[in-house]
């Protein structure tokens, strides 16, 4: 099963002010690794480089420096029928919203289950997916009928679809209700004691504290703390 390993990962951007031609690290010197399995919090002030970070792990962006290994294999190289593959190993919910605007849930889930090849069992998997987020009824609602929760949890459930070995949530949690926040740490909790690795970057230092799991901490693109049974604001 999929074992992540980052080495000496950066990730570099032009300055936002276009006379400025120098380039920043969004994440510096990445070095870890993340087994098949575990549930792990990321977590780092706004620009702290979290997303930059899923957006490596899950092949979305390519490192400028070193190397993203997915099972032993640097991901650079998949590509073709192995990038469908790579496609496959993650199940992402990124942190702004990429529900289509002008399609039905259902026929946003469809898109995504067909997109993953799931072809004539898609709207079977859609409805599944549904259930599993606690959200039957909406299947016919367009993206603006929903309430922020809602919405992220149709996210979480288009994420689902073709049962990834690994979810990357960026900020999934951000701005709901501690009920739905609550329910969702649930659901997640439940599909790791499955099996699924969970990586998710969150403010949401309540929760990981009472849930008590790996800790990486970012600070200016860096790896600042990495701890297991860790706690919000953990860096040893
Ligand atoms: P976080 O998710 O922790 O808030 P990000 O990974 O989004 O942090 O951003 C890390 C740094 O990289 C920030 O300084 C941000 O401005 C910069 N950055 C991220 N994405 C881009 C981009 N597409 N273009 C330019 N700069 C970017
Ligand atoms: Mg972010």
Redesign the pocket.
């Known amino acids: 099963m999929p074992e992540i390993r980052l080495e000496n990962t950066s990730k570099l ?2 300055a ?1 002010d276009k006379r400025d031609k120098r380039k ?1 690290y ?2 510096r010197e990445l070095n870890l690794s993340i087994n098949q399995g575990e549930f792990v919090f990321l977590i ?10 899923l957006k490596l792990i899950g092949g979305e962006i390519s490192p400028d420096e070193g190397t993203v290994f997915v099972d032993n294999v640097n991901i650079a190289r998949y590509f073709g029928p192995w990038k469908a593959r790579l496609n496959r190993t993650f199940g992402i919910v990124s ?1 702004e919203s990429r529900l289509i605007r002008k399609r039905t849930v259902m026929e946003n889930l469809m898109v995504a289950a067909r997109a993953s090849g799931l072809q004539r069992k898609s709207r079977a998997a859609a409805e599944k997916a549904l259930g599993l987020v606690g959200l039957p009824d909406v299947e016919a609602c367009y993206p603006a009928q929903l309430s922020i929760g809602e919405a992220r949890r149709v996210e979480l459930a288009r994420s689902l679809l073709s049962s990834p070995p690994i979810l990357l949530l ?1 900020e999934l949690t951000a701005n709901l209700d501690d009920d739905t926040i609550w329910d969702i740490i649930h659901l997640l909790n439940e599909l790791n004691s499955r099996g699924t690795t969970i990586i998710m ?1 969150t403010h949401a230092s309540q929760y990981v504290n009472i849930m008590r799991r790996r800790v990486i901490t ?1 600070v200016d ?1 860096r790896l600042f703390g990495d701890v297991k049974n860790g706690k919000y604001g953990d860096i040893v």
């Open positions: 951007y032009k936002e920043y969004a994440v780092g002030s706004s620009g702290a480089g979290k997303s930059t970070m942190q960026d970057a970012l693109g």
